[in-house]
Each structure stands twice: as C-alpha cells, then as structure tokens.
T-cell receptor
C-alpha cells in the first residue's frame, strides 16, 4: 500500500526558532499534498494544499509567512514553521494523493511540535 | 458553509457490544465520505471510503452507511473489542480534493 512518512516525528524547539517538517511519499508520486494541524482532543484542520511545482494554497486564517510550504518534487513537501511560538505547538499531519489515483489521501504518522 | 459533525464526542461501552457512531454533514452534494481511526499521538488509518453513489461499505466487523439526502453517515462496529478503542473521525470530500473532518468520537471499549 501507499506509504507516507514524516520527519521528524517529534521536535522540541525554543521560541523564536524555525522548524522544518518533511512529508515524503515513499512508494508513489504525489502531485498534491495536504498539511493539517491538530490541537489536543480536537479534529484535523486543513492548513494548506501543496502542489508540486507551484505555490501552496492556504486556508483562510493561516498565515502564509508563518507556515512556509515547499513542494519541490513529486515525493517531498516541507512545512517550515517560522519564528515558532508556544501557540504553534501542535500535531502536524500531512497527506498525499497519488498521481495516478484521485480517490484516496494517504496520511503520514504526524509530527509533534512543542515550542518552549 | 460545508461542515461535518460527529456525535457523541465520547462513548464508552462494554466489550462485545455492537455500537454505532454518527456523522452528519451540511450540503448533500458530496463526492465521497471516509471514516478514519486515530490512536493517541498517531496518524490516521483509513477504515472505509464510501463514494457518493454508494449506500454502504463493509470491512470485517465494520459497516459504514451513507444517506446523502439526510446528510448522515453511520459507522457500525460489531462485537466490539478493547483493541477498537481509539478516536474515530469522519471526513467528507466536496468536489475539491481536500477533506473536511468532523470533531471525532473517542471510543473506549471496556474489558
């Protein structure tokens, strides 16, 4: 089956620093990837849609300059949280849609970010 | 606005019982609906996907139904086991590829 990985799985950083999270499709090519955010005991909220070779589409209320998304290849999308603050602490999950398959999103295992 | 709602937020039942989780959505013009399982601190595991033209899907002890006209879906779990304890998320796709998730139901199966 299609596998999506995320790295790191967990990161702790100081306030003011930037953190990069990688999302990789391991055995398929993905023209579209999604980034979600999940606060404790809450559901997933879509942050942005990442398309290979073009700018990401951000959902309303998500700061583009705060959450930088790069989808440089068909197997890799990165989310950079710039100048992180404690309120950015959350669980970040990515998903990917195979290029040849439009029906299903495959989800990564998530990255736990804690900003001190 | 396209929204997804899940009730109840939490459910606790004894092992062996059959149970139903509910999902409702605004705007019946959906593309498909999907049920996921999420264990604490983990990512999502897809359980069942129902296309808009389908009424139900089954996988093992799980059965998901879809009634677009009433904007509802149910996830039926038969003969529940402690290993079924997790949060169950319902997600709807309308046209575009992005999914809108419900708040989830935290299920606890007591041995």
């Amino acid at each position: 089956g299609a596998v999506v990985s995320q790295h790191p799985s967990r990161v702790i950083c100081k306030s003011g620093t930037s953190v990069k999270i990688e999302c990789r499709s391991l055995d398929f090519q993905a023209t579209t990837m999604f980034w979600y955010r999940q606060f404790p005991k809450q559901s997933l909220m879509l942050m942005a849609t990442s398309n290979e070779g073009s700018k990401a589409t951000y959902e309303q209320g998500v700061e583009k300059d705060k959450f930088l998304i790069n989808h440089a290849s068909l197997t890799l999308s990165t989310l950079t949280v710039t100048s992180a603050h404690p309120e950015d602490s959350s669980f970040y999950i990515c998903s990917a849609i195979p290029r040849e398959e439009w029906e299903t999103q495959y989800f990564g295992p998530g990255t736990r970010l804690l900003v001190l | 606005k396209q929204e997804v709602t899940q009730i109840p937020a939490a459910l606790s039942v004894p092992e062996g019982e059959n149970l139903v989780l509910n999902c409702s959505f605004t705007d019946s013009a959906i593309y498909n609906l999907q049920w996921f399982r999420q264990d604490p601190g983990k990512g999502l595991t897809s359980l069942l996907l129902i296309q808009s033209s389908q009424r139900e899907q089954t996988s093992g002890r799980l059965n998901a139904s879809l009634d677009k006209s009433s904007g509802r879906s149910t996830l039926y779990i038969a003969a529940s086991q402690p290993g079924d304890s997790a949060t169950y998320l319902c997600a709807v796709r309308w046209g575009a590829q992005k999914l809108v998730f419900g708040q989830g139901t935290r299920l606890t199966i007591n041995p």
